[in-house]
């Protein structure tokens, strides 16, 4: 009898033993999936709300980062990139030599992301954004193509992406201000533009606001 209470005795704490381990790893996996969703929330991403906004964005946009589309051949010829120029000289002189040192198919969907330097005369808080969303200047009359006006899109898909990449690695808590870049020289319809802006995923701790300016 004895022997057998010793057996019975034994399969109980047995039974018990593992049970305890069930529930150990049962809870550690628990754990392990709310790791998971946490960092998933840590991680979780915006995209860009777009707000319309009446007025000159060069005069509104203060504490703002401002954003244009750029060619890749170092010109703010016209439209909006020469009022840049003539407004903050040194932040154009500074893309022009950026676009000398690179060639166009470097710059391509990429972002020049320019604050003040004080060693060109940039001394006030201005931080502009060049989104390179064409290789070449429009040159005369011509007509951009339908297939000149997807590379635009997809160029400003990823400049964007550029773009906050290099916000929040300076941490750079700004909201973006900006004209309806692409639709005047780049020929690209704006609704085109703004659905290429909004699908880009914004990183948490940056501003998902962007403000498009328009003259009434």
């Not at 022997?3 to 047995?14: G, V």
């Not at 005369?121 to 070449?136: E, H, M, S, Y």
């Not at 898909?157 to 780049?186: E, V």
Request: with cysteine.
């Amino acid at each position: 009898m004895a022997s057998k209470r010793k057996s019975h005795d034994s399969e109980q704490h047995f039974a018990s033993t593992a049970n305890n381990i069930k529930r150990t790893k049962h809870d550690k996996m628990e754990e392990g999936a709310a790791e998971q969703c946490s960092t998933k929330e840590d991680a979780r991403v915006n995209n860009a709300h777009i707000e319309y906004v009446t007025g000159d964005v060069l005069e509104a946009a203060q504490g703002s980062v401002i954003v244009h589309s750029c060619n890749c051949e170092g010109s703010w010829g016209k439209g909006f990139a020469k009022a840049l120029r003539l407004k903050y000289p040194g932040h154009c002189k500074r893309y022009q030599i950026f676009c000398k040192t690179h060639k166009p198919a470097q710059l391509l969907g990429k972002c020049l992301l320019l604050g003040p330097a004080e060693d060109v005369g940039d001394v006030q808080d201005v931080w502009i954004a060049c989104l390179f969303t064409r290789k070449n200047i429009f040159r005369g009359s011509t007509k951009a193509t339908s297939q000149a006006a997807n590379g635009v899109v997809d160029a400003t898909k990823t400049s964007m992406s550029d773009l906050y990449r290099q916000m929040q690695a300076q941490n750079l808590n700004r909201s973006l201000a900006m004209p309806k870049i692409n639709s005047g020289l780049f020929q690209t319809p704006w609704q085109r533009t703004a659905d290429a802006l909004q699908s880009v995923p914004v990183p948490k701790g940056i501003p998902s606001l962007v403000q498009v300016f328009e003259i009434d």
